[in-house]
């Protein structure tokens, strides 16, 4: 028997339970398969009948209708991908029942001479404008079902073309956990991901959410005990034997949230991607160019997909330059895409700073709410894209302030969660092809300069508009 849902209802574990997890959202107009008979549950505004469909999940009957189709007539069942979605926080006052999305099969993501991986979806829209869906049936997998699978292949690496880097302290990690991802909910401060129609443009309609992808951040460390980044962590490295992963200074901690992001205190642009973590320094200043260069041959050969190097060096010499010139071909030889923040400056004048101004690094400055650049964000010559840099909801976990530093590493961290959603879609696209695409979708001040501006590069990062060229 079908039922068709008049308003966006919860997707419930257990119909007797009202404290049972939320396994996601069914949105008004969904038409879905379900057993015919009612079942008796805990009451919600004077009803307790619920729906049962094949996968044992219960539906609230309050805001759902029965349909009836001559076999004629019958809809095609549409297989939505198989995982748990963001739940939006527009969605707070659905009634208690719940929904899915529709999906579209992505290609595997093809690494050289290594098997595909998984891949996944996305969100809804908001609750002043419903999500209008024709008629279609909706099956959809229970999340217990979902597998996360990890390459064991290596990539092709170039012969090298100078010294060694000096070995650093490599801290071995257990692969993480195969879990499933918390429900989310995105909160209504969350502007740089819901004006941006991240989670029912890319999580939900194309089902991209990163699963499969794996973000390096090369930065202060994280905060390993926080339920948004354990569960995600799949290898670290720190740059001493006596040093530990963990972050006394908060920057490399935000950068991940942002970037990756779990959801049950703060979620990021790619909530499903794995977290390969380089600790290069206990604070930015601390920070070394042998520190980077060893962190990002590390994240190289650990085959990351994306690498967000969150350090600014006025000044290399000419052996680091080297170096870091030789490991970003690598890098870019092997698909993997890097970034790296324009730097934090209140000077007018253009500035280099390093890695970003290096060739085969998108470099990133910042941008606040009303899509103007960040005082603090240094102008450049450089310079691809401004991302959101301030004003980000992290959560407060043990401490940790609910906004975000203001920082352009921030930005670039939330340019890297973009960029590993791009690589998720589509796996044939070169490093090359992904930069012009990022730089292409900018929206310019103004059109004249775009590519040329100091203070704006190309434009205001747009996922919508890169959307739409992918």
């Known amino acids: 028997m079908k039922i068709r849902f008049t308003e966006n209802t919860k997707i419930r574990q257990r119909h007797d339970d009202p404290q049972a997890p939320v396994l996601g959202i069914a949105y008004q107009n969904t038409i879905l398969d379900v057993n015919e008979n009612l079942l008796e549950g805990f009451d919600i505004e004077g009803n307790n009948h619920w729906w049962q469909d ?8 309050g805001k759902t209708e029965v349909l ?15 995982i748990a979605l963001p739940v939006p926080d527009d969605q707070e006052s659905i009634p208690d029942g719940e929904t899915r999305s529709r999906s579209r099969e992505v290609p595997p993501r093809a690494i050289i001479d290594a098997p595909p991986r998984a891949i996944i979806p996305e969100t809804p829209p908001r609750a002043t404008t419903p999500l209008v869906i024709q008629p279609s049936v909706v099956e959809i997998k229970p999340t217990s079902e979902l597998v996360e699978v990890e390459i064991t292949g290596s990539r092709e690496k170039e012969p ?14 257990p692969p993480p956990v195969l879990e499933t991802l918390p429900l989310p909910i995105v909160q209504a401060g969350d502007w740089a991901l819901n004006s941006r129609r991240i989670p029912e443009q890319w999580w939900q309609e194309k089902q991209l959410t990163g699963r499969g992808i794996k973000i390096a951040i090369l930065s202060t460390g994280i905060d390993t005990s926080h339920p948004d980044l354990a569960p995600a962590l799949s290898g670290q490295f720190a740059f001493s034997d006596n040093d530990t992963l963990e972050d006394s200074h908060g920057l490399g ?38 520190n980077l260069i060893a962190a990002l041959k590390w994240a190289i050969d650990n085959q990351a997909d994306v690498i967000a190097m969150l350090a600014d060096f006025r000044d290399l ?18 698909n993997i895409v890097l970034l790296a923040p324009s730097g934090n400056s209140f000077e007018r004048k253009p500035e280099v700073r390093y890695p970003a101004s290096l060739n085969g690094v998108l470099c990133i400055g910042a941008h606040n709410l009303m ?3 960040c005082f603090f964000s240094a102008a450049s010559k450089s310079l691809d894209v401004l991302a959101p840099g301030e004003g980000i909801r992290i959560g407060q976990h043990e401490g940790m302030p609910l906004w975000n530093q203001r920082d352009t590493c921030i930005a ?59």
Do not use: H
């Open 54 to 61: 094949k996968n044992g999940w219960y539906y609230w009957s």
């Open 68 to 82: 009836q189709f001559d076999k004629d007539d019958a809809l095609p069942p549409v297989v939505a991908k198989p």
């Open 160 to 173: 090298p073309r100078s010294r060694e880097v000096p070995p650093r302290a490599i801290i071995e990690v």
């Open 253 to 290: 901690s935000e950068a991940a949230l942002i970037a990756l992001g779990r959801g049950q205190m703060a979620i990021g642009v790619a909530p499903q991607a794995t977290l390969l973590c380089g600790k290069i320094g206990p604070t930015p200043g601390d920070m070394t160019p042998e």
């Open 317 to 334: 010499m000419p052996e680091q330059t080297q170096m870091l010139e030789q490991l970003i071909s690598q890098a870019n030889a092997q």
């Open 371 to 373: 899509n103007q650049r």
């Open 412 to 470: 670039t961290a939330y340019a890297a969660g973009i960029v590993a959603l791009v690589r998720q879609s589509d796996p044939t696209l070169t490093t090359e092809q992904i930069r012009n695409i990022l730089r292409e979708s900018a929206t310019a001040p103004n059109p004249l300069t775009k590519g040329t501006d100091t203070e704006y590069g190309y434009g205001i990062l747009n996922p919508e508009a890169l959307l739409s060229l992918m």
